[in-house]
């Protein structure tokens, strides 16, 4: 067995160093390896680049069995033609945006739906998204099932949680991710101000700079404007960086900001997780605890949270539990993924083998027992 988790290489188009599909591939890839799932992050641009990769494997010890493109946009037609030339292969489409977000993507929408529609006339294609709520919200409006494939995060077990709390100084906070007005980054710069007026003390806000994305400038102008000339407050650009480099700055961070109006996961609060850091967020990011938990349109209830987090010395501790157990929950996703409904025989193996399997295991596939997370 295994597993591609397959995102789009932007560096074709661009100088794009920190990709977030790419950094979600790729831990997601660890996470499953580690609990004796193979898998592995490929980066592609099109439909024609996973064709010629599968086929580069056909012969090798280790073909490819499963395929994951991670997020809507190879074209319809070919996801049809991968799942026609390589009936072997269980290939999946998977949704990373809730229904909120896609109001900024109709064509991502029209690729979700026809790929519902393609798993209905094909043994090997399913339509997945990463979020519970956002399958069962499908399936009630198309009538089809859409398997929960979600975001795991890698853990190793060393990770800095226990950090010293803010005792005092300048209070610093990342509003970091892409600059989409979903990501509400006004309110949280708003909040930011409003915790340093009510705590009496400098703080600085950092905000990620250097690409163009989507409505980067009207966010970009609007942390300028809540920010310009206000005593105490200091905006601060964060280049865009390879993934390590921006861990190292969330460390160092007091706290982070995530008040988004929609999500389905946050690769920015596991990753304040993992530094030992907590993050301020809104009830569409429900894997966290919820004393993290604030109003989207109520600065003032944000900054109510993030004092107390600040002053809070088990809040890391908790964020890090509730990580753990989000990914623990939802391994038992992707071992029904990889372990079931095989689309033909597996090659190399005889019908007699294959009775045998089935004989040792009525599903039709060996039963797991990895606990390594």
Same mark, same amino acid.
């Given at each position: 067995?295994? =597993?591609?988790?397959? *995102?789009?290489?932007?560096?074709? +188009?661009?100088?794009? #160093?920190?990709?977030?599909? %790419?950094? !979600? ?123 929960? =494939?979600?975001?795991? *995060?890698?853990?190793?077990?060393? +990770?800095?949680?226990? #950090?010293?709390?803010?005792? %005092?100084? !300048? ?203």
């Amino acid at each position: 067995m295994r =597993l591609l988790l397959c *995102y789009k290489n932007f560096s074709k +188009e661009c100088n794009v #160093r920190h990709i977030g599909l %790419g950094v !979600t591939a790729q831990y997601t890839a660890k996470t499953l390896t580690a609990n004796g799932i193979h898998a592995q992050a490929l980066p592609i641009y099109g439909g024609d680049d996973l064709l010629a990769f599968i086929e580069s494997q056909e012969k090798t010890t280790l073909p490819v069995t499963h395929a994951l493109v991670m997020a809507q946009w190879i074209p319809t037609e070919w996801l049809a033609k991968l799942s026609r030339r390589f009936p072997y292969v269980k290939f999946a489409l998977k949704c990373h945006s809730n229904v909120g977000f896609l109001q900024a993507e109709p064509p991502a929408i029209k690729l979700l739906r026809e790929a519902i529609d393609l798993q209905t006339q094909t043994t090997n294609f399913f339509a997945s998204c990463n979020n519970i709520r956002l399958a069962n919200i499908l399936k009630d409006m198309y009538g089809q099932p859409v398997k929960y =494939l979600p975001n795991l *995060y890698y853990l190793h077990g060393q +990770e800095p949680i226990h #950090r010293p709390r803010w005792t %005092g100084g !300048t209070i610093r906070i990342g509003c970091f991710g892409s600059h989409r007005v979903y990501k509400n980054f006004s309110s949280a710069i708003a909040a930011c101000i409003e915790l340093g007026f009510m705590m009496r003390t400098p703080v600085e806000i950092w905000v990620n700079r250097g690409r163009h994305d989507g409505d980067g400038n009207v966010v970009w102008r609007a942390a300028q404007a809540w920010t310009e000339n206000v005593p105490n407050v200091t905006l601060k650009e964060l280049l865009w960086a390879n993934w390590a480099e921006f861990k190292r700055v969330i460390s160092s961070m007091n706290l982070l900001m995530q008040p988004s109006y929609t999500e389905t996961f946050n690769n920015v609060t596991a990753d304040g997780i993992a530094e030992g850091v907590p993050s301020v967020v809104s009830d569409t990011i429900d894997w966290v605890p919820k004393a993290w938990v604030a109003s989207t349109d109520d600065t003032k209830e944000i900054a109510g949270v993030a004092r107390r987090l600040l002053h809070d010395p088990h809040a890391a501790a908790e964020g890090y539990e509730s990580l753990k157990k989000y990914v623990r929950d939802g391994l038992p996703y992707w071992r029904d993924f990889v372990g079931d409904e095989y689309p033909v025989l597996a090659r190399g193996v005889t019908l007699e083998a294959q009775g045998r399997i089935e004989r040792m295991h009525p599903l039709g596939r060996p039963h797991h027992h990895h606990h390594h997370y």
